[in-house]
């Protein structure tokens, strides 16, 4: 099966830190992508990655950053936390090919910011 | 925007056929439909998908009208730990060709009740 890790479940940083999230997928797919969730809004694109060194904003880039110098890494990266950047943050990856692929999510990192 | 429509909420009693519906009207050829669950904090989960024709595997069937605007999902006999919010995926494709993300919207909370 396909393995999507992300590296915290749980974070608490203070406003202007500057926060990494990290995701591992272990089956060579080349899409990645960074959403978060929150109460009433649903999950919400921020960025994601066709392949190595490529990316492509999403719906909410604002204040985010992502790396993605290997192929199985895709960082989300918060270059200073503001406490509205708190939320559960999703990873997930496909291969890819036809629409038939599946999107596979990891845990979700909540991260919280005071 | 989601192209998706859902109701925000639905009960089912356990142990009795929970449908759940999504209208997307706007759906393209090339379009496959995706069902998604989301238990509590934890990360979306796969459930189907499908193109035109009925599916049905392990978890749920698939219901997708003739012209393709609307689809149902079925779990035949609801549990509890089937509790969660289930999402109605339409997959759409980015300018370069490659497979793109996943909107979702904000989905049905299912309640199973005992």
């Known amino acids: 099966d396909v393995k999507v890790t992300q590296s915290s479940r749980y974070l608490v940083k203070r406003t202007g830190e500057k926060v990494f999230l990290e995701c591992v997928q272990d089956m060579d797919h080349e899409n990645m992508f960074w959403y978060r969730q929150d109460p009433g809004l649903g999950l919400r694109l921020i960025y994601f990655s066709y392949d190595v060194k490529m990316k492509e904003k999403g719906d909410i880039p604002e204040g985010y950053s992502v790396s993605r110098e290997k192929k199985e890494r895709f960082s989300l990266i918060l270059e200073s936390a503001s406490t509205n950047q708190t939320s559960m943050y999703l990873c997930a990856s496909i291969p890819h090919g036809s629409g038939a692929n599946v999107l596979t999510f990891g845990a979700g990192s909540r991260l919280t910011v005071l | 925007d989601a192209k998706t429509t859902q109701p925000p909420s639905m009960d089912c009693a356990e142990g009795r056929a929970a449908n759940l519906p999504c209208n997307h009207s706007t759906i393209s050829g090339n379009e496959y439909v995706y069902w998604y669950r989301q238990i509590h904090s934890q990360g979306p989960q796969y459930i189907i998908h499908?193109?035109?024709n009925n599916e049905t595997n392990e978890m749920a069937s698939l219901i997708i009208t003739e012209d393709r605007k609307s689809s149902t999902l079925i779990l035949p006999h609801a549990t509890l730990r089937d509790t969660a919010v289930y999402y109605c995926i339409v997959r759409v494709r980015d300018r370069g060709g490659s497979q793109g993300n996943l909107i979702f919207g904000k989905g049905t909370k299912l309640s199973v009740k005992p």
């Open positions: 499908g193109l035109k």
